[in-house]
């Protein structure tokens, strides 16, 4: 089956090795960018977008090798509405059987008169030029509309209703400043879907930027209102403050799909850890510990009180476990906050029988070592009952 025919699917488009890749200080070589679509094609992604081809020679390279080597992932490559650029894409794609070219331009007013200086004629001229310039290389062309969510819905469907009679077969609907909150975006999906005639030719996609925070929230309130195919990059890599993070959204459709009515996505989950540490270390951005999904605190339970529920059933302070993407466990800090049950499970991990020590004294040694060092480990609760037992 296709990738656009199941209604229930969320087609995840990952664009880490190009809006990701464009937030970087340095740019990444074909052999790194190589590794990262590989690592997202095992991942399950549907669309890789593997560069922008008319930006340089080492671009264009990297689209070139990337295309052909992906397994199940279809290519795809960005180009302006540029008759050059799609150009570059159609010849850096040439012998790969199924590739996407995304070609898009502004039609916000602030883009279209203070960057583009045009009319909005000529917009909607150049993007039909290069839509049908597209389709005579492949008939799996992507329009978007940059700046979408700052532009005026009249024009933004006239747009949407152009791109889809010039051949479009997925409309992007960008916010590309992540000026958008959920409500205002879902209506404007709403509104494409009630105004633009022939609106189920096209796949609507939405590409959220977090500029405010919202991308995520901005995409899943996307596809509630009947986009379904969300544009996101790992780790939340992206221009600015990011793209919408790939975990964030595809854990939340999986574990909110009652919620969303069934919609769904093709992503391996368990595969996410690993994905989000190759992508952290080759492109040198260390991962925020707050980071939900994959930061190092997002499975960690500090505080007594919560260390206790998740001892008892782990369902009372984690909403999804760290195996289920990939991590080996949750993580237990001991400080001055943990409390006795804590102490004792630490204990029995590293071996120890329970009534092998006295644990309220072990306890009591253990606040004291805590309030003076901040956190303690293993090797320190080891040394507090060599000491127990020699004191005795
Ligand atoms: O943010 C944006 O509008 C983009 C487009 C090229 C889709 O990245
Ligand atoms: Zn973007």
Not at 40 to 56: R, Y
Not at 138 to 152: I, Y
Not at 254 to 267: A, M, Q, S, V, W
Not at 377 to 386: H, K, V
Request: glycine share 6%; aromatic share 6%.
């Amino acid at each position: 089956m296709s990738i656009h025919q199941d209604p229930n699917k969320i087609i995840i488009f990952d664009t880490t090795l190009r809006d990701g890749e464009q937030a970087l200080p340095q740019s990444l070589s074909t052999q790194q960018k190589l590794q990262i679509a590989m690592a997202l094609d095992q991942l399950g992604v549907d669309v890789i977008e593997t560069g922008f081809p008319i930006s340089s020679e080492g671009d264009f390279q990297s689209v070139q090798t990337i295309s052909k080597s992906l397994k199940h992932a279809i290519p795809c490559g960005l180009a302006r509405c540029v008759p050059k650029d799609v150009d570059a894409c159609g010849n850096a794609m040439k012998g790969v059987d199924h590739f996407r070219i995304h070609t898009f331009i502004a039609t916000s007013d602030i883009h279209v008169q203070d960057k583009l200086k045009k009319s909005r004629d000529d917009i909607m001229a150049m993007a039909t030029a290069c839509i049908k310039q597209a389709r005579n290389y492949t008939d799996d062309v992507e329009f978007s509309c940059e700046d979408a969510g700052r532009t005026p819905i009249d024009y933004l469907c006239r747009m949407v209703e152009n791109a889809i009679k010039a051949g479009a077969t997925t409309v992007n609907i960008p916010d590309t400043v992540g000026y958008t909150l959920p409500e205002e975006f879902g209506a404007i999906i709403t509104n494409l879907y009630n105004r633009v005639p022939n609106i189920d030719k096209a796949v609507i996609s939405v590409h959220c930027h977090n500029d405010l925070g919202m991308a995520t929230a901005n995409s899943l309130t996307a596809i509630r209102h009947g986009a379904r195919q969300i544009e996101c990059c790992m780790n939340g890599l992206g221009e600015r403050a990011g793209n919408c993070s790939l975990e964030e959204v595809v854990m939340a459709i999986k574990l909110r799909e009652k919620f969303l009515n069934g919609l769904y996505t093709d992503i391996v989950a368990k595969n996410i850890a690993r994905t989000s540490t190759l992508v952290s270390k080759i492109c040198n951005e260390p991962v925020p510990p707050h980071k939900a999904i994959v930061g190092s605190n997002a499975f960690a339970h500090s505080s007594g009180i919560h260390q206790d529920g998740v001892l008892k059933n782990r369902e009372t302070y984690e909403i999804l476990t760290p195996e289920s993407v990939g991590f080996t466990g949750n993580t237990m800090h001991m400080t001055a906050r943990s409390g006795r049950h804590m102490i004792r499970a630490c204990l029995r991990n590293l071996g120890y029988e329970d009534d092998s020590y006295d644990l309220n004294e072990i306890y009591d040694r253990f606040l004291k070592l805590a309030d003076r060092k901040g956190q303690v480990f293993d090797y320190d609760l080891e040394a507090l009952l060599f000491f127990q037992k020699r004191d005795h």
